[in-house]
């Protein structure tokens, strides 16, 4: 939940400095695939919100979706995206 509270903060499409130094030396794939996971989370947040949809609801819906991203790294399931 923490997590995907984060997620919703941001801008849909923009990296910080602070992200991009971070996610150098890291794989292409990987960080293609973070960038998909990312941008889809705010969308789908964002789009909840405006269609009217509580918060905390809009959050843990990203939440739900962030775990499904994270499965999928961890089974490597990449090409999915």
């Known amino acids: 939940m923490e ?33 998909k996971a990312n941008e889809r989370l705010r969308r789908k947040y964002y789009k909840m919100i405006r269609h009217g949809k509580k918060k905390n609801v809009a959050v843990t819906a990203v939440a739900r979706e962030l775990a499904c991203f994270i499965w999928g790294m961890m089974t490597e399931n990449i090409s999915t995206v």
């Not at 991009?20 to 960038?35: F, M, S, T």
Request: net charge positive; charged share 25%.
């Open 3 to 35: 997590a995907s509270r984060g997620i919703c903060k941001g801008t849909i499409g923009h990296k910080s400095k602070d992200l991009k130094a971070r996610q150098n030396g890291n794989p292409p794939e990987v960080i293609a695939y973070a960038d």
